[in-house]
């Protein structure tokens, strides 16, 4: 059964960057898409993009211009950068093993268990 | 403001039913399939249903939805206290090159 383990800091300061990284246990990210979503508090989910292990990736046009999401295959790891964040970023992001068509088909099948990031000098 | 529509809030007693439902537009709904998640308060969310209709193995047979046109419909039938949680309906919308959720529908069994 693949699991996905979340990790990185709770706390981003403005203007930093928030990291994330997301292992993958049980499967090979190399058979998937993965996505990240995030959820503010009390509000509804958010796709932020998604990652293919030839390195496609495809982010929402909102935060294309602050995201690099990125994967390494030999730790089963992708990653999540977002720069330059303000308050409006604080919120709890998840990684989600994605299957997608590029005809127009986008499902999340498997979630992390989600990371809270507050965004506080 | 989201993409998908969904009732903010739904209620029914344990044993009913209800649909919740999930309007579009001809980017997302009207071309793309749905699928369907639910979250129960302080966990993340669990597939429900894949490609307009479709159980993952593990989910119960009381979990059906369907498409039409532009608007998608979850269905749960014998309601359990159990089922008390968020809803979202998420599809790709092809305009924006972007996946995107309905704004949750949080379902209160009575």
């Known amino acids: 059964q693949v699991h996905l383990q979340q990790s990185g800091p709770g706390l981003v300061k403005p203007s930093e960057t928030l990291s994330l990284t997301c292992n993958v246990s049980?499967?090979?990210?190399?058979?998937?898409?993965w996505s990240w979503i995030r959820q503010p508090p009390g509000k509804g989910l958010e796709w932020i993009g998604y990652?293919?292990?030839?390195?496609?990736?495809k982010y929402n046009p909102s935060l294309k211009s602050r995201v690099t999401m990125s994967l390494d295959t030999s730790k089963n790891q992708i990653s999540l950068n977002l720069r330059s964040v303000t308050a409006a970023d604080a919120a709890l992001y998840y990684c989600a093993r994605t299957y997608y068509q590029d005809w127009g088909s986008i499902e999340f099948d498997k979630w992390g268990q989600g990371t809270l990031v507050t965004v506080s000098s | 403001q989201s993409v998908l529509t969904q009732p903010p809030s739904v209620s029914a007693a344990p044993g009913q039913k209800v649909t919740i439902s999930c309007s579009g537009g001809?980017?997302?709904?009207?071309?793309?399939?749905v699928s369907w998640y639910q979250q129960v308060p302080g966990t993340a969310p669990k597939l429900l249903i894949f490609?307009?209709?479709n159980r993952p193995s593990g989910i119960p047979a009381r979990f059906s939805a369907s498409k039409s046109g532009t608007s998608a419909t979850l269905g749960i039938t014998g309601l359990q206290t159990g089922d008390e949680a968020d809803y979202y309906c998420?599809?790709?919308?092809?305009?924006?090159?972007?996946?995107?959720f309905g704004g949750g529908t949080k379902l209160t069994v009575l």
């Open positions: 001809r980017s997302n709904i009207g071309n793309n399939f």
């Open positions: 049980s499967d090979s990210i190399t058979n998937y898409y």
């Open positions: 998420a599809t790709w919308d092809s305009s924006l090159s972007a996946g995107v």
């Open positions: 990652i293919f292990h030839s390195g496609t990736t």
């Open positions: 490609e307009n209709s």
